[in-house]
């Protein structure tokens, strides 16, 4: 399948890794592939340059979000989540029509300290929106042609490409969206990666809660990582 992770971060680096593993044609989007190309240093959470991991995984396609989107049928979203509403709304054309999962988390980095722990962003980010809102929702607003599945969030982005690494897999993902077909679409790209337990929580209007797990799942991480802030780890409901 014909497949645009757009994002060239740590998270979308895990899918992209993971889809050409599967065999699929991965199209990765960023803004300005030469000056993606370009960097030589690691960014904020100590992510090589994108050149490093290309090296290692020849035969992906780079090229800029409009055209990654234009060339796939399924779209992954890992655009930074304080900026991921302006960037799809330019390539809402591009997007019309398809399946689009949203993994993004809307966090600020750079705030008034509220929760000083020392997470690698020196204190732990804010979300906005929150509570009345969420980012997939946002997505879904500017983007009413295209299908919002928000899915991923609440595992470890290693996790959520290899479920298998914790507990043999015996761990829960869930999906959220307003259109049976596009979640089921995420239900079988879920299941290709190895997930088993996959929990339906209904509409888009559940990404929220996904989204504030956010702050939970950043608070186990650093729990179980101690000063190196890791931890290998997934959530189950139980049942
Ligand atoms: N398990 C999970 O579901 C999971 C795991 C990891 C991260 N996340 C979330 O996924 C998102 C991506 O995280 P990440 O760590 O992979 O990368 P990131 O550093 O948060 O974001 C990198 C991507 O955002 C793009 N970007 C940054 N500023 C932009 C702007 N002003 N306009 C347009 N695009 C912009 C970058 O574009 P360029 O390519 O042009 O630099 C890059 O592709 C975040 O919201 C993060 O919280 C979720």
């Keep these: 399948m014909k497949i645009a992770v757009l994002g060239t971060g740590g998270g979308a680096r895990a899918h992209i890794a993971k889809l050409t593993e599967l065999g699929h044609e991965v199209h990765v989007g960023t803004r300005d592939p030469q000056a993606t190309l370009a960097r030589t240093e690691p960014d904020m959470m100590g992510t090589p340059p994108f050149k490093d991991f290309l090296a290692e995984h020849p035969g992906i396609e780079l090229r800029t979000f409009a055209d990654a989107a234009a060339r796939t049928e399924l779209v992954i ?140 799942h950043e608070a186990i991480r650093f729990a179980l990582g101690g000063q190196e802030f890791g931890g290998h780890f997934g959530i189950k409901v139980v049942r």
């Design 77 to 216: 979203n890992g655009i930074d989540g304080h900026n991921a509403v302006t960037a799809l709304s330019a390539i809402a054309d591009q997007l019309s029509g398809k399946t689009l999962i949203d993994y993004a988390v809307p966090f600020i980095y750079q705030h008034t300290p509220e929760h000083p722990w020392p997470t690698p962003w020196g204190v732990m980010p804010k979300l906005d929106p929150c509570d009345t809102d969420s980012l997939g929702e946002q997505i879904q607003r500017a983007l009413p042609a295209t299908k919002v599945v928000k899915s991923f969030v609440t595992q470890e982005q290693t996790t959520v490409v290899n479920p298998q690494s914790v507990a043999g897999g015996d761990h829960t993902m869930f999906v959220a969206g307003d259109h049976a077909d596009a979640k089921q679409q995420t239900i079988d790209l879920l299941k290709s990666y190895g997930w088993t337990d996959i929990l339906d929580l209904g509409a888009l209007v559940c990404a929220r809660g996904m989204e504030m797990h956010t702050h939970l």
